[in-house]
């Protein structure tokens, strides 16, 4: 194979694609002005009727960052995945036939992502063509640029997976709940779908696939495509999505999997072990699907299943298509984590239907589900639920605001030159949120409510700028409420770092009565096995906990966790929060209790503060090493990364 550099570095991707037309991403920003306009902040200024970009950044809108495809001159439509998982191996081998389609005759050149992968062959019906292998980029991985005859229509790539490739985790049986057989889950989002396809690894690509994937044969393969919960367990199995769907929505699992149906349109696949308390955890699934299809549109995806990974499942969850992948975390047994299943669902709205274009357009994705999220709450468990947990999001992003820096604030944040996964942040998911909760709040629920399932309409599989959902709004809602919305205020909202003033402000009387119950604590007017805990549920918890000041004395901490067992309380959440406690307070009753929480769960979200935190103290740090080795063989590659730095 020869090697050369087709793109020397990722930065001549832009300027590359900048000079190509987008017009696959956007489809209503003709009209957008990108013209200067004096800064947004003086009070004297007259209110502008439009949303306008004031400053030049010098990011071209659309433009993918943090991939080295060339859609605009050739783009992929559909790919037929032919793999088989070989365990002994850790390998996927087999082959991948991409259908192509030209922007203008004579565009024979093809350029797909890929990142640590082994390529065989590429041919065109049986013939090899020539390709090459770019320079390797650290965080985006190889080009491999193909050289197609003027009639060919797809192209074959035959390859297999490395071992350590990022976006695939192989479980040996000892990391499982069964304990008998192997696993094996990808997880794509952002930038690693490349990592086991050779594809144009871009949100603003939209493809169909099929695929047939062969396992042992005691195994079963699942992915985020049409899956038949009555198949025969024969060791190969046929998937179709026939929807238009990004790359970072592709995703395959397998294992000692069954399925339980929970409703009409939506099951649960887990290994059986789990199988029975994970239904019952998530039985609310359909009524959530329903009430979201009522209020936003409906659903697109014909069924909606989830997926109960192994504990070492880096995120909460990951929406691919028709299968959710949850964390089994979350099973508490009493429902009180189940927003995640709110959100992964109204993702199949606002993320795989109407999807953001680039990953600078991510609170697209996270902003409107997570709001959608508290209203799909709202609606089936009430408002009193719904602004706990509206409080308990707005406390994790005024957290970050303290945090970050001021440009990781901003929600169409410039990720050029960084990796998409360094920059994980409550900001597009609680700031998106809060945003669409102030327009929502100032032209009225219903009004909003409309205007969101005419949006799910429009941009239906279209991938879309935050510049194009601006020129949107400025056509729509600025237009039909040009007294209650204010184009400057939403500009700032946009592209400015922080909490705009004046921002909604969630509240909950029940967590009034828990600031009073923790201060008369604080002050020693009362014992803590003396406070009413019987009706307190999850967040009362949390909101407990987390609002405790920096510093407690080991005497408090001692009568907390003799009170209330914090130490050895099953629900993840809590426990991660008692847990952050005992380590800004060296209180040593819960390390052994600690430990055993930094190796059997490799959810990011929950270990990442506890490493970070240990890592403040030497012997912290030498606390957090020994835990990290002995997790490191079950950890996902994602929170490997994430957190050796730590440890180091
Ligand atoms: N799509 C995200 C996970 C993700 C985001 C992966 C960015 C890679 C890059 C998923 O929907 C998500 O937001 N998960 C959260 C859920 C939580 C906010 C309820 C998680 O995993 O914590
Ligand atoms: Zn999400």
Not at 287 to 305: H, I, K, S
Request: proline share 6%.
């Amino acid at each position: 194979m020869k090697k050369y550099g087709l793109l020397a570095t990722f930065v001549c991707a832009p300027v590359l694609f900048a000079c190509s037309d987008n017009s696959h991403v956007d489809t209503a920003k003709a009209d957008l002005d990108h013209t200067v306009s004096e800064g947004s902040g003086s009070s004297t200024q007259t209110q502008h009727a439009r949303v306008e970009k004031h400053v030049d950044t010098g990011i071209a809108s659309g433009v993918d960052y943090h991939s080295f495809a060339n859609p605009n001159e050739v783009r992929v439509t559909h790919l037929s995945l032919n793999l088989t998982a070989n365990f002994e191996t850790k390998q996927l081998v087999g082959d991948v036939t991409l259908d192509v389609e030209r922007a203008k005759p004579g565009n024979n050149t093809l350029v797909l992502d890929t990142r640590a992968l082994n390529i065989q062959s590429v041919s065109v019906e049986g013939e090899s063509v020539p390709f090459e292998m770019g320079q390797t980029d650290p965080d985006l991985g190889t080009p491999l640029t193909i050289t197609l005859p003027s009639a060919a229509s797809s192209v074959t790539v035959a390859y297999s997976t490395s071992p350590e490739a990022s976006g695939v985790q192989w479980l040996t049986p000892a990391q499982t709940a069964g304990k008998q057989h192997p696993f094996l889950f990808t997880q794509a989002q952002a930038v690693h779908a490349r990592s086991f396809i050779p594809l144009q690894d871009s949100p603003q690509v939209r493809v169909t696939y099929d695929a047939t994937i062969k396992t042992p044969e005691a195994l079963l393969a699942v992915m985020s495509a049409s899956n038949d919960p009555t198949t025969e367990r024969d060791g190969e199995y046929e998937f179709t999505m026939p929807q238009p769907i990004p790359s970072y929505l592709i995703a395959l699992a397998i294992g000692d999997l069954e399925f339980k149906a929970m409703g009409k349109r939506t099951g649960v696949y887990a290994e059986p072990a789990l199988l029975e308390s994970a239904a019952k955890e998530f039985e609310d699934t359909e009524a959530m699907l329903e009430v979201t299809e009522e209020t936003y549109g409906p659903y697109q995806w014909d069924r909606y299943d989830l997926l109960i990974l192994p504990p070492s499942f880096p995120f909460g969850g990951m929406e691919n298509p028709r299968l959710s992948f949850i964390t089994p975390t979350v099973i508490a047994g009493d429902k009180s984590l189940v927003s995640l299943i709110a959100h992964e669902l109204a993702h199949s709205w606002s993320g795989n239907t109407v999807t953001n274009a680039t990953w600078r357009d991510l609170w697209l994705n996270e902003g409107f589900t997570t709001y959608l999220t508290y209203r799909i709450m709202e609606m089936i468990y009430g408002h009193d639920r719904f602004k706990k947990e509206a409080v308990l999001g707005y406390q994790d992003l005024e957290n970050d605001v303290a945090a970050l820096e001021q440009n990781d604030e901003i929600l169409a944040i410039d990720l050029r030159g960084r990796n998409p996964d360094d920059v994980f942040s409550n900001i597009p998911y609680e700031k998106g949120a809060l945003f669409l909760r102030e327009i929502e709040q100032k032209i009225g629920r219903e009004n909003f409510d409309a205007f969101l399932m005419q949006y799910f309409k429009d941009f239906a599989f279209k991938s879309i700028t935050t510049d194009t959902f601006i020129a949107y709004l400025n056509d729509t809602l600025i237009q039909q409420y040009p007294d209650k919305l204010d184009a400057n205020r939403i500009h700032a909202w946009i592209f400015e770092p922080g909490i705009p003033e004046g921002a909604p402000q969630p509240e909950s009387d029940a967590f009034t009565k828990i600031d009073d119950t923790r201060n008369a604590w604080l002050s020693g007017d009362v014992k803590a096995a003396d406070i009413e805990t019987a009706q307190w549920t999850v967040h009362e918890w949390l909101y407990f906990l987390n609002n405790m000041p920096d510093s407690l004395t080991k005497a408090q901490l001692s009568e907390l966790d003799s009170a209330f067992s914090l130490t050895s309380t099953k629900n993840n959440e809590i426990a991660h929060s008692w847990l952050m406690i005992a380590v800004e307070n060296n209180y040593q009753p819960a390390f052994d209790r600690l430990y055993s929480y930094l190796v059997s769960i490799g959810r990011n979200k929950l270990v990442k503060p506890l490493y970070r935190e240990l890592s403040k103290t030497p012997e912290g740090k030498a606390f957090a090493k020994r835990a990290f080795e002995e997790a490191k063989p079950g950890y996902h590659p994602l929170t490997v990364k994430a957190n050796e730095g730590y440890v180091n």
